[in-house]
Protein backbone atom coordinates (compact mmCIF):
# COMPACT_ATOMS: atom_id res chain seq x y z
CA UNK A 1 0.00 0.00 0.00
CA UNK A 2 1.70 3.49 -1.18
CA UNK A 3 1.59 6.47 1.27
CA UNK A 4 2.01 10.01 0.79
CA UNK A 5 3.52 11.67 3.87
CA UNK A 6 3.71 15.58 5.25
CA UNK A 7 5.93 16.31 7.48
CA UNK A 8 6.58 19.62 9.17
CA UNK A 9 9.48 19.55 12.07
CA UNK A 10 10.10 22.85 13.93
CA UNK A 11 12.56 22.38 16.92
CA UNK A 12 12.08 24.99 19.62
CA UNK A 13 15.87 26.29 19.81
CA UNK A 14 17.87 28.85 18.53
CA UNK A 15 19.59 27.08 16.13
CA UNK A 16 16.23 25.33 14.56
CA UNK A 17 17.51 26.08 10.78
CA UNK A 18 20.38 23.35 10.61
CA UNK A 19 18.61 20.78 12.40
CA UNK A 20 15.81 21.31 10.00
CA UNK A 21 17.90 21.11 7.33
CA UNK A 22 19.90 17.92 8.54
CA UNK A 23 16.49 16.54 8.99
CA UNK A 24 15.48 16.67 5.26
CA UNK A 25 19.16 15.83 4.01
CA UNK A 26 18.55 12.75 5.53
CA UNK A 27 14.96 11.87 3.78
CA UNK A 28 16.33 13.11 0.53
CA UNK A 29 19.60 10.29 1.00
CA UNK A 30 16.63 7.81 1.31
CA UNK A 31 14.99 5.58 -1.42
CA UNK A 32 11.93 7.35 -1.13
CA UNK A 33 10.36 10.79 -2.93
CA UNK A 34 11.04 13.67 -1.56
CA UNK A 35 8.90 16.86 -2.32
CA UNK A 36 9.52 20.39 -0.55
CA UNK A 37 8.25 23.58 -0.24
CA UNK A 38 8.61 26.05 2.07
CA UNK A 39 6.42 25.01 4.90
CA UNK A 40 6.43 21.26 4.88
CA UNK A 41 7.95 18.37 3.35
CA UNK A 42 6.22 15.47 1.66
CA UNK A 43 7.57 11.96 1.13
CA UNK A 44 5.91 8.72 -0.72
CA UNK A 45 6.24 5.13 -0.53
CA UNK A 46 5.74 1.94 0.50
CA UNK A 47 4.09 1.94 3.88
CA UNK A 48 5.83 -0.89 5.28
CA UNK A 49 9.18 0.35 4.14
CA UNK A 50 8.46 3.95 4.43
CA UNK A 51 6.96 4.03 8.57
CA UNK A 52 9.69 2.21 9.83
CA UNK A 53 12.14 4.86 8.03
CA UNK A 54 10.48 7.61 9.48
CA UNK A 55 10.35 6.05 12.69
CA UNK A 56 14.17 5.89 12.92
CA UNK A 57 14.35 9.05 11.15
CA UNK A 58 12.28 11.05 13.46
CA UNK A 59 13.81 9.34 16.78
CA UNK A 60 17.22 10.72 15.66
CA UNK A 61 16.29 13.97 14.64
CA UNK A 62 14.32 13.95 18.55
CA UNK A 63 17.58 12.63 20.25
CA UNK A 64 19.47 15.48 18.76
CA UNK A 65 17.04 18.75 20.46
CA UNK A 66 15.71 19.32 23.39
CA UNK A 67 12.26 20.36 22.21
CA UNK A 68 10.81 19.36 18.67
CA UNK A 69 7.45 19.28 17.52
CA UNK A 70 6.55 17.54 14.53
CA UNK A 71 3.38 17.48 12.80
CA UNK A 72 3.18 14.47 10.20
CA UNK A 73 -0.53 14.01 7.80
CA UNK A 74 -0.33 10.23 6.30
CA UNK A 75 -2.60 10.24 3.17
CA UNK A 76 -3.01 6.56 1.78
CA UNK A 77 -2.16 6.69 -1.60
CA UNK A 78 0.53 8.37 -3.50
CA UNK A 79 -0.06 11.79 -4.79
CA UNK A 80 3.31 12.85 -6.00
CA UNK A 81 2.45 13.04 -9.27
CA UNK A 82 -0.55 15.41 -8.33
CA UNK A 83 -0.91 18.29 -10.27
CA UNK A 84 -3.86 20.95 -9.73
CA UNK A 85 -6.32 21.71 -12.09
CA UNK A 86 -6.78 24.95 -11.87
Known sequence: MNISVE????????????????????????????????????IYGDYDTLMPFLNKEIKQSFLEVDIAVLQMKIVKTDRSDYEPDF
Not at 18 to 35: D, G, M, N
Open 7 to 42: LTLSPLQNNYEAHIITFIKKLRASEFTVLENPLSTQ
